[in-house]
């Protein structure tokens, strides 16, 4: 079924995930509800939240940044030689996290948020074993400086850039350096702004006061528990699989499965940021989460297994569209 098509990379995938995209854009359109409310204490997000009111519209852009996201993993996975280049899972399960997790009366932050952080991490990757690679730092770190301004809880990502940039280079400052310039460049683009139009100004740094004054714990909705507890069992079973069978067979395989480790233990952060729910954790968790399942599920050697597993994927998937749709 599933298996057979994502472990034969792009030529097997492509009808597939084209067809799930298209048709849950419409599912999503036609959901007279909302499970979840978006709830960030960041002015701009909330500002534009309240300038878009049409329905198709918010689906429309938020499945735009849902298929750049989907395709910067499918880049992260093959061109960075993350996977194998058949392995197209990861891409098939982030998709599904995108697209449960999107809300279809509001834009869903989370989902602009990744495709920044994505990008930066698809940069960071592509500087290994390369020299003159000061323009892509500054990029990424631009970027993912950019992504603080759309969630603040992205901020949780900026130590983890300098620990990746340990991971994959050896040190040199002017490496850092860049890297610190990139930050700062959005900062100081965005305070001149507000500057000349006297309008939030220092709005970074209060954000971030208040992002670590109200840590707390999320409020999770029933619908999603069922697939909460799914992508729990099967990461233990995947991390399992990572220790026993150990990280890849090659050193920038190795190097990317412990970026994916650090990036589980930073997004703990983001679990208990304020205005967390149960939606929000998941997208914060999907990029490790697709690369640790989609590689644990491309590993198993009995494809009915690979199948049955996607089955109850997939059943937890619809709980959350029956919920939408008050069937349940």
Do not use: H
């Amino acid at each position: 079924m599933f298996a057979g098509l994502l472990n034969k990379g792009i030529r097997g995938s492509l009808v597939l995930l084209s067809i799930i995209f298209v048709t849950t854009a419409i599912v999503l359109y036609f959901a007279p509800k909302s499970l979840e409310v978006n709830n960030y204490p960041n002015v701009f997000y909330n500002y534009f939240s309240q300038k878009l009111t049409n329905k198709l519209f918010i689906v429309v852009l938020n499945f735009l940044f849902i298929g750049i996201g989907v395709l910067l993993i499918s880049f992260i996975a093959v061109k960075q030689e993350v996977v194998d280049k058949q392995n197209y899972f990861p891409v098939f399960i982030f998709l599904l996290l995108s697209i449960v997790s999107v809300n279809p009366n509001q834009l869903t932050p989370q989902i602009f948020t990744n495709v920044f952080i994505l990008y930066s991490i698809y940069k960071l990757l592509d500087t290994y074993r390369k020299e003159n690679v000061l323009s892509q730092l500054f990029e990424a770190a631009f970027w993912l400086g950019i992504s603080a301004y759309i969630t603040i809880s992205s901020i949780i990502s900026f130590p983890l850039f300098f620990i990746v940039l340990l991971i994959l280079r050896p040190f040199y400052w002017r490496d850092w350096a860049i890297a610190i310039l990139g930050f700062i460049a959005p900062i100081f683009i965005c305070e001149s702004i507000a500057y000349l139009s006297d309008y939030s100004q220092w709005y970074l740094f209060k954000s971030v006061g208040v992002f670590l004054q109200f840590l707390k714990p999320p409020s999770l909705s029933e619908y999603y528990l069922p697939l909460t507890a799914f992508l729990v069992i099967t990461l233990l079973f995947a991390v399992f699989q990572n220790l026993v069978r150990g990280f890849g067979n090659t050193v920038k395989k190795q190097k990317a499965k412990i970026i994916l480790f650090w990036f589980l233990f930073f997004a703990t952060f983001g679990f208990f940021s304020g205005g967390a729910n149960s939606s929000s954790i998941i997208l914060i968790y999907a990029f490790p989460l697709s690369f640790f399942i989609g590689d644990f599920l491309y590993g198993l050697k009995q494809t009915k297994i690979a199948n049955t597993i996607l089955v109850f994927f997939l059943l937890c998937v619809l709980v959350v569209f029956l919920g939408e749709y008050n069937v349940m």
